[in-house]
């Protein structure tokens, strides 16, 4: 049965309630409960409260944890509402095989949830020791021929024809510009998803008439919220062609090497939004957007960390839980914290 793999971490929440924190539940909501759902490196949160407790679906429920037992507890990235008594959210960049006090607190203007908490203890995986494979393919991006070797790699469809059970590919540094994997992409489709984040993602189309980043229809969600990307296209930076569904778009770099054009935006008179002002004032999006070439260390190379001289550095929106735990003055745009090189101080040497 798949659900007893999440039995151990699996526990009924202990309420708290305001200013009693560890006190006897003395009051609705009394069966609010939290679940965790730990992998190695997130954990996945579930509140379920019971019909009486928020009539009016306006709770909201923000979430903080800490390593079990020490310190205080940070913030994280606020649950999401999926239904009247359902919310759902996670906690990101844990420790393998650790165990952290998760706390769901309320906030519930004139409601009986306002304030109240839910705590819990759950624990994410431990590393896995993967088994020495007992076939190792070795494919590159320039790779030919079927030996597959560390000396001649092959290329990564032969790699992947000839791997088998308890074998591995083992791809050589480089940019894998080759259409072979296909991904499930599970944000568009036919079938209606809760609200969908993108947070601190780098794409760049690379190749040559490619947009940036492309909504696509059909598909349907509650919202789609969008911060501090960076999206990089050689044809739009940004494709909507699903203009209808609820978007919520800012702190964004939005850049194309393609001249006079940013983005394309389905159903409007003129789809060709070819400045930020014009796309913000069509769309009402990126009221803090930028719209400048990224700076990649070594696009080319496969580098996507970004150049101490990009003005991505610093500029993005702190988002409590997601990225907390930036460098500098604030987050950077995209996937990678600019890592600041140390000082290096060459001071004249006198000897006497
Ligand atoms: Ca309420
Ligand atoms: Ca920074």
Known sequence: MKSMHFAQTFLLAGLILPGMQDAEQTAAPQSASLELYGTFQAMGVIVSLSAGDDPEQNAVAGLAYRPSGQGAFGQGFPLSRIGATRFVGSLFWLQAGTSYDVRVTFSDPGGILDGVSVQSAGTTRSEVSLPTP??????????????????????????LNRVGPGQAVILRGGVYYQGEINRNTSNSGYGASGPIFLFHNTGDAALADNDGFEVKSPGSWARLYLRNNIWAGTAYALSNANPNQPLDMDYDDLYTTLPGELAYWEGLPDRHLRTLPMLQAASGQELHGINQPP???????????????????????IIPGI??????????????????????????????
């Open 323 to 352: 990225n907390a735990d930036y460098l500098g003055s604030g987050p950077d745009l995209g996937a990678f914290e600019q890592q600041n090189l140390p000082i290096r101080c060459y001071l004249p040497l006198i000897l006497k």
């Open 295 to 317: 700076g990649f260390r070594n696009a080319a190379g496969g580098d996507y960390h970004l150049s101490p001289t990009s003005g991505l550095v610093d500029v993005g929106l």
């Open 134 to 159: 007992s076939q190792a393919y070795y494919v590159s991006n320039h790779g030919s021929g079927s030996l597959c070797s560390l000396a001649q790699p092959c290329g990564l469809t032969e790699g």
